[in-house]
């Protein structure tokens, strides 16, 4: 599983034993991947977990969630005070506060004590710090989202050195609704000193989370044997490739510049990564500007290790890597659009060029895959995907046929993929002489909204509740950890309702939870 900062899944509390006045223990639950260290502090002063006074238990919960008890016995009056928890591993850090009073002066007959707790929450990141582009790679946005109640106040770093809301940097923090926060580093004009390792601390007065986030730059003017000493158009990447989770699947991009459009590799620890039931792979391209990923099917243990990826063209080649590390993924839908197609698939010819093109809505951006007659379509001086964002969640999808001849004629299969959804065409395309047509359009593919998800605590059920559209009847499959639901009595209901001409409303029901 790739890393995944810690956070608390139930803050700390207090809880005293009811059997001896003189035992407390301070209790939450924390989540995080790789397993994180735990560290306690009583006003400032680390506490030693191992000693008769205090004595910490560290259990896993369930997956990568693990309940953490502090337990103090010989209760008096020296251990008020604040106490402190840090929860740390290697892609962040969260800390909360609890204060311990007594309310009695007189230490003879101490009544019991209390936890002073402000209404709210610590600092928590629901979503690692991610690095986008615009303005052509001039500009990099880091974007993490961030639970907290109230505001935090945020923190950046490069290389341990404080970064200020200042000249090239721009900070802000725009809330969400529910007390979450969209937190962001922007750099202009990015150049080779940016790289380094980031920091973002949030913090309240309820206590402080960090995340970090390593940026890679290559710009380096060498290039393989390439022809041009500027390395002008030679392959640059500007991020360190970035991961996406689908539901079955892990997505590796890239984001380099270059002029001509590069042919690229991938490798897994240093061995080359061949496309199949395993792996795909594929290039989408706007101007100079190219996303290449690879999509990792059939997840296992074995997916852990360094990917590479090298792009290459005439003059020269550029390279980034990615470390993955997989330990049973927790899935979770994020908010936003599956893929959606919004009108049918156009041809246009210029010459011998053929650029089939329609547009489609998603949020987050998808990952796009084409094939011919059930195989990839990797010839890069031939063939070229392209996929431009026309505004919001909309994009143009777009893929350049070149030098056109009959044995381009067959059924090409767009494949749009996101955390939310899949949509899928099959466009037939025909080439008499030196001209292409469209023989046939397939109905536009059906369009999911994302799932509703209600409880019945009296029922003990759960309802998942999905609205498609689609001008054929959809058929839909229910599938569980990859195995397909049916109908069963006291454990699973499916059913389907007609809610107009073109849209559906399907079901499932788990019963007695």
């Known amino acids: 599983m790739a890393a995944s900062a810690p956070r608390f899944t139930k803050p700390p509390a207090i809880r005293q034993s009811p059997d001896d006045p003189t035992r407390l223990y301070f209790e939450c639950q924390v989540q995080g991947t790789p397993k994180p260290d735990i560290t306690w502090f009583q006003n400032e002063n680390k506490i030693s977990t191992t000693s008769t006074k205090h004595k910490q238990t560290f259990n896993t919960a369930t997956g990568n969630n693990y309940d953490v008890v502090l337990e103090i016995t010989d209760l008096g009056p020296n251990d008020a005070g604040t106490y402190k928890i840090i929860v740390k591993n290697k892609a962040g850090e969260v800390t909360a506060n609890v204060t311990l009073n007594f309310s009695n002066e007189d230490e003879s007959n101490a009544a019991p004590p209390t936890e002073n707790l402000v209404e709210g929450t610590a600092p928590t990141f629901i979503q690692k710090p991610i690095i986008k582009q615009e303005n052509d790679g001039k500009r990099l946005i880091f974007e993490c989202k961030i639970s907290a109640d109230p505001k935090p106040d945020l923190f950046w770093s490069r290389d341990d050195i404080s970064i200020s809301d200042s000249g090239r940097y721009l900070i802000y923090c725009d809330p969400l609704p529910n007390n979450l926060y969209v937190a962001c580093l922007e750099i202009d004009d990015v150049n080779a000193t940016d790289a380094g390792k980031y920091k973002i601390s949030a913090k309240n007065k309820l206590g402080e989370s960090n995340a970090h986030i390593q940026l890679n730059l290559d710009n380096q003017d060498q290039g393989s044997s390439s022809s041009s000493s500027s390395g002008v158009g030679r392959p640059s990447f500007t991020v360190a490739p970035q991961v996406r989770m689908f539901e079955e699947s892990i997505l590796l991009e890239g984001l380099c510049t270059a002029d001509p459009v590069p042919s690229f590799t991938w490798t897994l620890d240093g061995k080359a990564i061949s496309v199949g039931t395993k792996y795909r792979q594929g290039i989408l391209s706007e101007g100079n500007t190219h996303r290449i990923f690879l999509e990792i099917l059939q997840l296992t243990k074995k997916d852990t290790g360094t990917y590479k990826l090298t792009a290459k063209n005439v003059k020269g080649d550029g390279g980034a890597t990615i470390q993955l590390n997989i330990e049973g993924i927790d899935f979770k839908l994020p908010d936003g659009l599956a893929p959606s197609f919004l009108n049918k698939p156009s041809i246009k010819q210029d010459a011998k060029t053929v650029t089939i093109q329609f547009d489609i809505a998603a949020d987050p951006s ?113 599938k569980k950890d990859k195995i397909e639901l049916k109908d069963t009595p006291n454990k699973y209901k499916i059913t389907k309702i007609k809610e107009a001409n073109d849209t559906y409303i399907f079901i499932l029901e788990i019963l007695k939870l």
């Open 366 to 478: 998808p990952s796009l895959h084409w094939l011919k007659d059930g195989k990839e379509l990797l010839n890069v001086d031939k063939i070229i995907a392209r996929m431009n964002r026309i505004g919001g969640n909309k994009f143009t999808i777009s893929l350049d046929i070149k030098n056109l001849t009959q044995s381009d004629s067959g059924v090409y299969k767009c494949t749009l993929s996101n955390e939310l959804g899949t949509a899928v065409a099959n466009i037939v395309i025909k080439v008499t002489g030196d001209k292409a047509t469209l023989e046939q359009l397939d109905r536009i593919a059906p369009a999911f909204e994302k799932p509703k998800i209600t409880k019945d605590t009296k029922q003990k059920s759960i309802k998942i509740e999905c609205r498609c559209q689609g001008k054929q009847e959809p058929k839909i499959t229910w």
